[in-house]
C-alpha cells in the first residue's frame, strides 16, 4: 500500500496530490525530478514547500538529458525564446514546450521509487493530452505505461491514478481545464496551497506574467473567478 505523487511544483501535481491525501492510503511521498528545465529550479523549492505542507516525505531526482533534445522549456535550446515571447508556437504540430517523452522518463522514476518503497498508488497532474497537445498525457500512453512498468518489476501491482483524466474526459480547451484544477483546489479547500506553486516558463518569481504559461494561469483563475494567491499573498 501507500501513494508516490509525481510533484513539479506547478498546479496541476499540487492539486492532485491534495486529492491523493483524500483518495489513497497512507503512507504518502513525492518524487520531484530536474530534468534541466528552465524553470525547475524555482519548481523544486515549491515541490519541496508543498509536500511539506501536505505532510509526504519529498524524493527529489535530477536527470541529464542528452545535449539536443529538442524542448523549449530546456536551458540553452534555441526554441525558449518563442516560449517566452508568449505565443503558443508549434513544431512539427505539437507545441515548442513539449518534451519529448517526458512523462515516459519521469514515470519510469516513479515506478523504480515506488517499487523500492513498497508503494502501491503513483499520482500524476497530467491532463487528457489533447487540451494542450501532448500526446505523453493521452490515455492510451499513460495506461500502456502502468502496463509496461507493472511487466517491468515482475508483475508488481502498481496502479497509476490522474484524476483529471476523470474529471476533464477529454473535453475543453486549456483554459478550461486549468480552471477545473484551481475549482477542485476550492472544493476541496486547498487554494492555499497554489501560493506556493510555480507556473513561470521564464523561471521567474514574481512570475513575469507574459509567457503563455503565466497568461493560461490568469486566463484560467479569470474563467474560475477566483483571486490567484500566488499573486494577491
Ligand atoms: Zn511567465
Not at 492532485?16 to 513525492?30: G, V
Not at 515506478?111 to 489533447?130: E, K, N, Q, T, W
Request: with cysteine.
Amino acid at each position: 500500500m501507500g501513494t508516490l505523487v509525481l510533484l513539479s511544483g506547478g498546479m496541476d501535481s499540487a492539486v492532485a496530490a491534495a486529492w491523493a491525501k483524500r483518495t489513497l492510503p497512507p503512507p504518502y511521498h513525492a518524487l520531484s525530478v530536474d530534468y534541466g528545465s528552465i524553470h525547475n529550479e524555482r519548481e523544486l523549492s515549491c515541490a519541496r514547500k508543498i509536500a511539506d505542507l501536505l505532510g509526504m516525505e519529498w524524493h527529489q531526482a535530477s536527470v541529464v538529458l542528452p545535449h539536443g533534445m529538442a524542448s523549449g522549456l530546456l536551458k540553452g535550446h534555441e526554441w525558449s525564446q518563442r516560449l517566452a515571447e508568449g505565443e503558443h508556437a508549434r513544431e512539427r504540430g505539437l507545441p515548442v514546450s513539449f518534451v519529448p517523452a517526458r512523462n515516459a522518463i519521469l514515470l519510469s522514476l516513479a515506478a523504480g521509487l515506488a517499487y523500492s518503497l513498497s508503494l502501491r498508488h503513483i499520482v500524476g497532474g497530467m491532463h487528457p493530452g489533447d487540451n494542450f497537445g501532448y500526446p505523453d498525457c493521452r490515455q492510451q500512453f499513460l495506461q500502456s505505461m502502468e502496463r509496461a512498468l507493472q511487466l517491468a518489476l515482475d508483475e508488481y501491482p502498481l496502479q497509476f491514478h490522474f484524476p483529471y483524466h476523470t474529471l476533464l474526459q477529454g473535453e475543453g480547451d486549456a483554459v478550461e481545464a486549468k480552471a477545473t484544477v484551481i475549482r477542485l483546489a476550492q472544493h476541496m479547500d486547498v487554494l492555499p496551497l497554489l501560493k506556493y506553486t510555480h507556473t513561470c516558463y521564464q523561471g521567474q518569481y514574481p512570475p513575469c506574467g507574459q509567457c503563455a504559461a503565466c497568461q493560461l494561469r490568469a486566463k484560467a483563475f479569470e474563467r474560475a473567478g477566483i483571486a490567484d494567491p500566488l499573486l494577491t499573498g
